[in-house]
């Protein structure tokens, strides 16, 4: 009986997002308070930038995760929801590093912080965010937080310089795939749930088992986007679709589409994949060759394989359900949804 | 005799230089030491745009004040030149951050490192340095060392969003010039010498007089900067001269030459200023009115004035130099000698 309950929890959609959007909004407000704070006195389009990059909407994947490992590991206090602000600036800080790096004009179907503000004030915009997060994560969660989040920074740096060299090479591999992931996206989602399992005074295995839940449901994330980019609703992303290719990002779908493609068929798509600049006809065949390789059936089924990991992780946590609070058993459920819900998200 | 024999000292600048060279070198070998860590297994491209943007020269200025300030305050070891690192790391983060901004090609008469590596080498290697030199300043300085350093890099983003407010207005004032600089050069040398003073277990007043003293020398060293901007050997720099004048930034000289030529002068040099592109016959206008109003000798005085504060501000130490050890009288020494030295600089 009381498994069917938790079976059937896993799809209760409505209940997880009713969650999600109550711990964003607790989350804004603490950016909301933190900011007001933080800029006082300070110049007013620094103050209107920080205000369009943060309080835009967001997935706000990271502060909910946050949130939940820490109330996982038993603390739910005010300075949590600082902690949770903190993850969500240094994501909003690199995103913008993106966009200008990309040039990109749009950002969650909004004209992106460089597009409205210009390029100086997007990079000065994220180096704030990203001092400001640090300052927040070295103050909540010590010394050791901050070497984390550090590490964690300094590999998503060198995560983008390894995209840019195995850009539009055909020849990359999945490991090589996965060594970007784990450093660009699975490595910050890792910290802050190991960050916030640290705050919470989660002892070491704790600390390790969402430590690990956090890099695999990171690397499920980085799959879904990288399917999304190609099979997505361009309204329900707020992304073109076929952008990957267009920049020649190797994604897991085209890895393994030129790995299971052979003579002519690849020879064109190589071809496609190497001209520049770029186009949506040749990404339309990728597509194609994709479908027929089952490349998006096998991604999905790895970003399964990923979640299924993460929640094997969390196992600790279970034998411990008889002395753990509601606080505490409901998190555990909510994280079990979520890592799911990563996995059907259409955004 | 001893006063003579201070006097004098102010003046002996081989003594300096072989100092700074001395100091400098130490502070390299950590930096390439950290990297050599901190970079195991990191992608190539990285490394050598690291490599390229510390360890080709500069002026060492950061952190040579946080030698002196630890030493005056009675501690030297290893780890200090990795603090001294940190400083430099924080220092390079932003000006390559800067030059992506201005669209810079040279930097100390070299390629920049955007020229030679690319706008998102340039903007991912900034975001390196500073998670790095956070991540060192909190070890090796504690939570508060990590405060006051993420407080100076925000006020620093601040400052760059007054400077783009100032740009071309010929309406700022000296008080609007004071805040700017306050914020974008002379507190993070403050917060170098105040995080320096902690690191070395300064007591409440040393540490206090050090941060004034970095605040005010700070200070003077933009005056300097502004003064060789339009007087300086290209030489010698590695800078174009007129530059401030052609970005449209509004230095001591030029709001002293607004505030005092009146008339027609005055209306063609608001037009130069106002006119985009500004141009050298501008700029060469400009610093003939300057020359006419004694605008540069009266911004050399203001330098003078800030460093006689700064110099001032550490008299605490001069009471206790009965006891002080010779490490100590030698650094307070040399400090002095350093203010004055900012003074007579040339690039």
Redesign the interface.
């Known amino acids: 009986m009381k498994e069917k309950k938790r079976a059937s929890a896993y799809f209760d959609t409505a209940f997880l997002l009713a969650f999600i959007q109550q711990q964003a909004a607790r989350t804004e407000e603490a950016m909301r308070l933190d900011l007001e704070s933080?800029l006082s006195g300070?110049?007013k389009?620094?103050r209107e930038a920080l205000h369009y990059a943060l309080l835009q909407g967001g997935k706000r994947l990271r502060p909910v995760l946050a949130i939940l490992s820490s109330r996982l590991c038993g603390r739910d206090d005010d300075k949590l929801y600082l902690l949770a602000a903190a993850f969500e600036y240094l994501h909003a800080g690199?995103l913008i590093?993106d966009d200008?790096?990309d040039h990109a004009e749009n950002r969650r179907g909004k004209a992106s912080l460089i597009k409205k503000y210009g390029?100086?004030?997007a990079?000065?915009?994220?180096?704030?965010l990203?001092?400001?997060s640090?300052?927040l994560i070295?103050?909540l969660a010590?010394?050791e937080g901050?070497?984390t989040v550090?590490?964690a920074?300094?590999a998503m740096?060198?995560g983008?310089?390894?995209q840019?060299?195995y850009a539009a090479d055909p020849a990359v591999t999945e490991e090589q795939y996965f060594s970007v992931v784990l450093r660009k996206t699975a490595g910050l989602i890792r910290s802050t749930c190991a960050i916030a399992a640290l705050f919470g005074h989660a002892d070491c295995e704790q600390q390790h088992a969402l430590a690990q839940y956090g890099e695999k449901i990171g690397i499920a994330f980085q799959i879904v986007d990288d399917l999304l980019d190609y099979l997505g609703d361009e309204q329900a992303t707020g992304k073109m679709v076929g952008n990957d290719f267009i920049e020649g990002k190797m994604t897991l779908p085209l890895i393994h589409v030129l790995a299971h493609t052979a003579g002519d068929q690849r020879a064109v798509l190589v071809q496609a994949l190497e001209r520049t600049p770029r186009d949506k006809d040749g990404c339309g065949m990728a597509r194609q060759l994709m479908h027929a390789a089952e490349s998006f059936t096998f991604s999905q089924q790895r970003a399964c394989l990923e979640v299924e990991q993460g929640l094997a992780a969390l196992s600790c946590f279970k034998k411990k359900t008889q002395s753990a609070t509601r606080m505490q058993q409901e998190s555990l459920m909510i994280l079990e949804q979520l890592a799911y819900y990563i996995l059907r998200r259409d955004r």
């Open positions: 933080s300070q110049d389009m620094l690199s590093h200008v790096i390029m100086t004030a990079i000065l915009t994220g180096d704030w990203h001092a400001r640090m300052h070295g103050s010590g010394q901050l070497d550090c590490h920074t300094r740096v060198d983008e310089f390894l840019l060299r």
